[in-house]
């Protein structure tokens, strides 16, 4: 008789920070990791990291703002999502059916920390306060994709296996901090990020257990 369990699994991160952080879609992966390790995102940074970023953006302005860029267009790897696990524990394979279908979704995602703050208005991948053009990393705007493609796949599970689905990605982040002036006056400051997605695709593996 065949015996099937199949576990859905559900991710909810909680992450420690040492400032509040108005996060995008990005930071909900499972895990995320960049090609140079000696790199972190923007949720990692401690308040000393930003008093040494916050001494590289020099003297007040009388208008406007001041920027240092950190990290600029970083390769990361991704782990986005288990979709589910499935363990065979009977004695004959079972035969799964697949179909993946591609959807929209955001390209370019941008969070920030301190004062500084995300377009809520509609718009996908914005700054506040006219940020965006103050920023000197290599950023693009670009909204969304749409892909059509279907994927359809047929696989056995064999038993004492498990099978588990996974989405895999890479993409490219920049950050830094910034600080805006009026009349001299620091009224926004803060770290800024970006996350930009290169590739995306589906990892089917079979593991004994």
């Known amino acids: 008789m065949k015996k099937i369990i199949v576990i859905w699994l559900l991710l909810l991160a909680v992450l420690t920070q040492s400032e509040t952080i108005h996060a995008s879609q990005y930071l909900t992966y499972q895990e995320i990791e960049f090609e140079n390790r000696g790199n972190r995102l923007l949720r990692d940074y401690t308040a000393y990291d930003y008093d040494v970023l916050y001494r590289r953006l020099g003297g007040r302005r009388f208008w406007g703002w001041r920027t240092h860029t950190h990290i600029d267009n970083e390769r990361v790897m991704f782990k986005k999502e288990t979709l589910y696990i499935i363990r065979n524990e009977g004695k004959t394979p079972i035969r799964q ?7 929209e979704q955001e390209v370019t995602q941008v969070s920030t920390t301190g004062s500084l703050g995300v377009d809520a208005s509609g718009k996908k991948g914005n ?22 493609e279907t994927v359809e796949i047929h696989i056995d599970v064999d038993p004492l296996t498990e099978l588990h689905v996974i989405i895999y990605g890479e993409g490219l982040i920049s950050s830094g901090v910034g600080r805006q002036y009026r009349f001299f006056r620091n009224v926004n400051e803060g770290g800024w990020e970006i996350f930009t997605l290169t590739t995306e695709y589906y990892s089917i593996v079979k593991a004994a257990f």
Not at 127 to 148: C, H, P, W
């Open 97 to 103: 059916n697949y179909v993946f279908n591609t959807s």
């Open 127 to 148: 700054f506040e306060a006219g940020l965006d053009a103050q920023i000197t990393a290599s950023y693009s705007n670009a909204r969304t994709v749409k892909m059509e």
